[in-house]
């Protein structure tokens, strides 16, 4: 029999078995025929069992021809396609041919010109197309045919605003559109910026898409078309066992090895994200012996494998930074062409000039993904030890040894080449914080890289083949919520945000109604997110575990013991958001985890981790950390100009100022910037500073002890001197930082100072991070700023926020520099003490700011105790404030470096810049090069000691922040600087 006669058969077949329950077929297949069913009196209930089997075995055995099963009109009878069943996108939902109009030309033949709705050849003359649409819970795709897997369109669903403006309510996805003709039946798909119209064959369909459509994405609260928690696209994950876990990096070194290795055991695809990429980065030193380390090496390995790799740059304002990306882009394209390259944006037809992307991310196979401080680019490399020098070359090849505050590099042909003079100039040292996701939150990243990637395919290659539309993978949001509307008690019963307010009439206040929206239990974990993961590679799989015992990066065997869930905010009411059929006692159930012993003690954890120096050497301790089980939300700055979103979110601002306003105890932040208002200020408009303003105000008046901890550059890492002509740049910044700092009745100490005093220096405190060491064996010594380029916040030993994101409006605004990041909330807690008190101290925040600390104060492993409390007046003060008041002094004393709260103006600065470069005869831009011998009176006379014995004091990298550098200057830009001419909203 003909193809097409037995798939008529069997349509026939199934449509008369639906529509009347009669399963004798007739005109079919002898050997696909079907039993007759002869029910034996009083057994309806086995006649009903196997008329249900005969009939699955029949369309079993019909369907087991491939010819059939592929037809056209078996597909269309029951709406499936090659992305069906496909389960890494989701149930299947609704498919069906539609026409559409927004596509370019896609088919030639007569028959699939025609009209949906009067099947005449091209009776309306216009450009309508068959396509064939696939609904999924996440996006709405369009395809050639059903068996064709690349989109030739997709919509991927987001956050819509809360109302049309029209007071018709909330937003739908998609509308019924009436129009003249009655032989046309629309309807209109709108998410983000795109608006979509569609059209079937009658009414009926419009409104069975329509109602399908919105279902999908608007019906579940907690879907993506709904904001969550600080009016982010993604929610909170690792809320049960669902696979969340994070770990966190220090420093390039452990950073990039991780993300080798996770390139490495790549199957299927990887997505690279960056402000700058250098695709000759090593990802291992020394370099000599890591060749195939190199970041195109590893990219051309995978692509011939046949993994396909998407990685998506900043196409910068040349004038204006000299990363490259043109550069970049060509040599990658050049490896393979399973290697794709977007830059974006177009400044010109985009209108943005300002703004940059300015993420970092990398993902493999949806299974592990990297975010944070650390771009695939040169200089970012090092280790905790911060070496100012690299002769011969051994660790930093060519244009790495790299050092912005003297040069930029000005060519690209040939990146081995230095670009420095290593006899005379020190590197900047870069430190950083990176992290690993696993679970739910990374494939959060991964959807949010396929919105941006789709977005700029769209506006960059609309109609280039070789650059394929991405579909976002299935997860479920939130599985179904559970319990009623409680507060969730800790175990050392925290009462976030139940302090009484500092009161000030202010925007900071009303700045964001998703701030108070709680962490909520679901009943249970969504299947397709517990994945396995593919068996190791030499003893080694970084998509399973990149803290195992084998690899080189391992060095702490933390233990993994589960304890109870402590949520950030407590549960509070919020209508029409929770499923209030079932209740879920949650202190019954943090009472039998208590009862289990899911907590271990805090000597039993530090012993373990204590004897990490069995698998590793001592130069990576405190580098990577453990990889736990957390509470993760994936939070970000986006908007249209960004990722063509319909509205701007500032998720990352949000949870920075309710995390802060929420904080018991302190609050320790890392960033490249510290720009920020208090309320009332017009130009600044985050509000970070507003927040911390009034807990320390609050904790002031309560009588309590608060800390707050900011680590920043000293100098902006941007070439030319601080007096130099043209570092107007440089200027601008370190304006904005002390107008926010201490300068001005805008800026935090000046308020606090008038209300409390000279304690202002009890609650709050700035510092750096400076380093030294000879340029090479014999040469002289130099000192340079340990460049913070980290973006993180640490809360009560709890709470951890990484990612890309600086304290400035250019980041946290969300219509501006678009970036990503991760708010971190622990669930495995060891014993541990804050104030004094017994605390329950989650392990992945606590264990990263002990690393941190013990790197910037010189800690070794079996000193880590003495720092253990963070608030209390013998960590605070007699340690970190100590210490970075004697690092401080010594530096001075040897180097008298830039900056230093000794000079006040630009001719002092001058004066003392002349002086120096005649002593030592080095001209390095900020000064930083020790005199051969150090003179010093005793007894009248003059003796000269040796620098390098002075600076053996010196005890790891911490100093403070100079706040009375240049405070005689007005360091903004005058108008014979072409910065003047700016807008200023480019330096803050």
């Known amino acids: 029999m003909m193809k097409s006669q037995m798939t008529r058969l069997f349509l026939y077949a199934v449509m008369e078995v639906l529509e009347t329950g009669d399963f004798l077929f007739r005109d079919v297949p002898s050997s696909a025929a079907l039993p007759i069913i002869r029910p034996a009196l009083g057994r309806q209930h086995s006649m009903s069992d196997r008329a249900k089997g005969a009939m699955q075995g029949y369309l079993n055995h019909f369907l087991s021809n491939i010819d059939i099963v592929n037809s056209q009109e078996v597909c269309k009878f029951l709406e499936v396609s090659k992305l069906s069943f496909a389960p890494e996108y989701g149930p299947k939902l609704k498919e069906d041919y539609i026409m559409v109009k927004h596509l370019p030309k896609i088919l030639d033949n007569a028959e699939d010109r025609r009209c949906c709705s009067c099947q005449w050849l091209c009776c309306c003359r216009d450009n309508w197309q068959k396509v064939w649409a696939v609904l999924k819970p996440g996006f709405l795709a ?73 279902d999908a994405g608007l019906r579940p609260p907690e879907g993506w078309c709904h904001p969550h928690r600080f009016g982010s696209f993604a929610p909170p994950r690792g809320l049960i066992e669902d696979g969340s876990q994070a770990q966190w990096f220090v420093d390039g070194s452990a950073a990039f090895e991780a993300i080798g290795l996770a390139i490495e055991e790549a199957k299927s695809e990887i997505f690279i994200c960056g402000w700058w990429l250098c695709p000759e980065l090593y990802l291992r030193r020394p370099f000599h012996a890591h060749a195939s380390s190199r970041l195109d090496s590893l990219l051309e390995s995978k692509a011939k494998q ?40 177009d400044h010109f037809s985009s209108g943005v000039y300002l703004w940059s992307h300015h993420e ?81 939150p990374c494939r959060d990243v991964a959807r949010h890289f396929v919105q941006r990637w789709n977005y700029a395919k769209r506006n960059k290659a609309p109609n280039e083949q070789a650059i394929p539309l991405l579909l976002p993978q299935h997860h479920m949001v939130i599985p179904h919520y559970m319990g009623k509307n409680k507060e969730i008690e800790s ?83 919020m209508r029409g958001f929770v499923d209030d059929h079932d209740t879920l006692d949650l202190q019954s159930e943090m009472s039998h985890m208590k009862q289990t012993g899911l907590e271990v003690s805090e000597k039993e954890w530090w012993e373990i981790q204590e004897r990490g120096d069995q698998v590793a050497s001592a130069d990576e301790m405190g580098q990577v950390g453990p990889r736990v089980s957390c509470c993760c939300q994936i939070i970000r700055s986006v908007s249209q100009w960004s990722a063509g979103t ?18 018991e105890h302190y609050v320790y932040i890392e960033n490249q910037f510290f720009i920020s208002g208090l309320s009332g200020d017009e130009i600044i408009q985050n509000r970070v500073l507003e927040a911390i303003y009034r807990r320390i105000m609050r904790a002031h008046n309560e009588k309590k002890c608060f800390r707050v901890i900011i680590v920043i550059p000293l100098l902006p890492g941007f070439q030319g001197g601080v007096d130099d002509s043209g570092a107007a740049s440089v200027r601008a910044i370190m304006h904005w930082q002390y107008r926010t700092i201490c300068r001005g009745h805008n800026s935090i100490l000046h308020n606090l100072y008038n209300l409390i005093g000279p304690k202002m220096h009890d609650y709050i405190s700035f510092y750096g991070l400076r380093t030294y060491g000879r340029l090479y064996d014999g040469g002289p010594v130099a000192s340079s700023q340990v460049y913070v380029h980290s973006k993180i916040m640490i809360i009560d030993d709890r709470t951890t926020l990484i990612g890309s994101a600086n304290i400035n ?79 401080t002094t010594i530096y001075q004393d040897v180097f008298s470096c830039i900056p230093n709260d000794l000079i006040h103006t630009r001719v002092s600065l001058r004066q003392c810049m002349s002086f120096w470069r005649e002593k030592t005869g080095h001209t390095t831009t900020d000064l930083g090069i020790a005199p051969n011998k150090l003179e010093s009176y005793k007894d009248g006379d003059i003796t000269g000691t040796d620098p390098m014995e002075r600076l053996k004091s010196v005890k790891g990298h911490l100093v403070s922040f100079p706040l009375d550098f240049m405070c005689k200057e007005d360091l903004r830009p005058v108008f014979n600087e072409s910065e003047y001419y700016a807008s200023p909203q480019v330096f803050h």
């Not at 029209?166 to 209109?188: I, T």
């Not at 909520?520 to 997110?529: F, M």
């Not at 991760?822 to 495995?828: A, C, F």
């Open 646 to 663: 319909s509205q701007n979110e500032e998720s990352i601002h949000s949870a920075y100022c309710s995390l802060i306003d929420r904080a």
């Open 360 to 440: 970092k991310i990398v993902i493999v196979d949806h299974q592990i993904c990297f975010l944070g401080g650390l771009d695939l680019c040169f200089g970012r490399y090092d280790s905790g030890e911060h070496k100012v020098g690299d002769h011969p070359s051994q660790i930093w090849p060519g244009k790495d040894y790299y050092n912005p505050r003297e040069s930029e590099p000005n060519s690209w042909e040939d990146t081995m080449k230095d670009e420095l003079d290593r006899l005379k100039y020190p590197r900047m040292p870069w430190h950083d914080v990176h992290c690993a996701l696993w679970g739910p």
């Open 306 to 345: 046949g993994v396909q790799v998407y990685i998506l740059l900043y196409k910068e304002v040349a004038l204006a930074l000299k990363i490259n990306s043109v550069y970049s882009k060509r040599k990658l394209l050049g490896i393979h062409e399973n290697i794709r390259v977007l830059r974006y944006p």
């Open 491 to 573: 175990g050392e019963n925290s009462e976030y945000g139940n302090h009484k307010d500092v009161r000030r009439n202010d925007s900071f206040s009303s700045l964001s109604s998703f701030q108070d929206v709680p962490l909520l239990i679901p009943q249970e974990a969504d299947g397709p997110d517990a994945v396995k993961i593919e068996p190791k590679l030499n003893g080694f799989n970084p998509l399973h575990d990149l803290h195992g015992q084998t690899s080189r990066l391992s060095r702490n065997p933390f233990f993994f013991g589960k304890c109870k869930i402590e949520p950030l905010i407590p549960d509070m009411p």
């Open 142 to 214: 369009f395809l050639k045919d059903p068996f064709d897997p690349k989109p030739l369109d997709i919509v991927v669903f987001d956050v819509l605003p809360a109302s049309d403006g029209n007071g018709e309510g909330r937003v739908s996805l998609a509308k019924e559109v009436h129009d003249h003709n009655p032989l046309r039946h629309y309807f209109r798909v709108t998410c983000g910026t795109r608006s979509i119209k569609l059209r079937t064959k009658s009414n009926a369909k419009v409104k069975d898409w329509v109602v399908a459509i919105n």
């Open 809 to 887: 409006d250019r980041s946290l605004l969300g219509s501006r520099d678009s970036e990503i990041g991760v708010l971190i909330e622990d669930r495995e807690f060891v014993h541990s003490s804050i104030g004094g008190k017994s605390w329950k101290a989650g392990k992945f925040a606590m264990s990263l700011r002990l690393s941190l600390w013990s790197e910037h104060i010189g800690l070794h492993a079996g000193e880590v105790n003495q720092i253990r409390d963070p608030v209390i007046d013998s960590t605070y003060k007699d340690i970190w404030m100590a210490t970075a008041k004697t690092n």
